[in-house]
T-cell receptor
Framework: DAKTTQPNSMESNEEEPVHLPCNHS???????IHWYRQLPSQGPEYVIH???SNVNNRMASLAIAEDRKSSTLILHRATLRDAAVYYC????????FGAGTTVTVRA | SAVISQKPSRDICQRGTSLTIQCQVD?????MFWYRQQPGQSLTLIAT?????????ESGFVIDKFPISRPNLTFSTLTVSNMSPEDSSIYLC????????????FGPGTRLTVL
């Protein structure tokens, strides 16, 4: 699987947007870009995924660069419940987790 | 969506013994996976559980240490054999449909401590 690069940590204030970057310069044409998050003491949960076009769902938005070598997960209004480790993963069917980005939300 | 349950939720075991973890899904799923999460670390994929055939193991994991069964489309077991303290981890079952979307669901995990 192609590798991704994410910052180790990010901080945000409650009710402000959070932009989580992910670099994936070796992405292949068939790789989907997935985002999962893991809240403390829980298993990972799906956030969003996309292939080429930007995607929106009730949890977040995914902005994909035109060359697909980077993407950004956008949490529009962070809440305390959004404090988690966020993983950017490239895959066709197997999820391989990197270190992710630890997001801290300040009240 | 898929609801996954795992048994046991946690266990404390002695060195040299084996533990079998069960994973039950509330619907038929195409793909089932087993992950390990060591303390303070990210998740590592152990293997893909294949229905009616041998599991497909990732590099660094072998069948003798982590035998896996998958008798049907809703159930799988992972055995951690001849345990050592280094096997202390959270073990997670995960499922995904090959069709109908790419979302993958995770169970609550089994927290294993080996003394």
């Amino acid at each position: 699987d192609a590798k991704t690069t994410q910052p180790n940590s990010m901080e945000s204030n409650e009710e402000e947007p959070v932009h989580l970057p992910c670099n994936h310069s070796t992405i292949s044409g068939t790789d989907y870009i997935h985002w999962y998050r893991q809240l403390p003491s829980q298993g990972p949960e799906y956030v969003i995924h996309g292939l080429t076009s930007n995607v929106n769902n009730r949890m977040a938005s995914l902005a994909i660069a035109e060359d697909r070598k980077s993407s950004t997960l956008i949490l529009h209004r962070a809440t305390l419940r959004d404090a988690a480790v966020y993983y950017c993963i490239l895959t066709e069917y197997k999820l391989s987790f990197g270190a992710g980005t630890t997001v801290t939300v300040r009240a | 969506s898929a609801v996954i349950s795992q048994k046991p939720s946690r266990d404390i075991c002695q060195r040299g013994t084996s533990l079998t973890i069960q994973c039950q899904v509330d619907s038929q799923v195409t793909m089932m996976f087993w992950y390990r999460q060591q303390p303070g670390q990210s998740l590592t994929l152990i293997a893909t559980a294949n229905q009616g055939s041998e599991a497909t193991y990732e590099s660094g994991f072998v069948i003798d240490k982590f035998p896996i069964s998958r008798p049907n489309l809703t159930f799988s077991t992972l055995t951690v054999s001849n345990m050592s303290p280094e096997d202390s981890s959270i073990y997670l079952c995960s499922v995904r449909q090959l069709k109908g979307g790419n979302e993958q669901f995770f169970g609550p995990g089994t927290r294993l401590t080996v003394l």
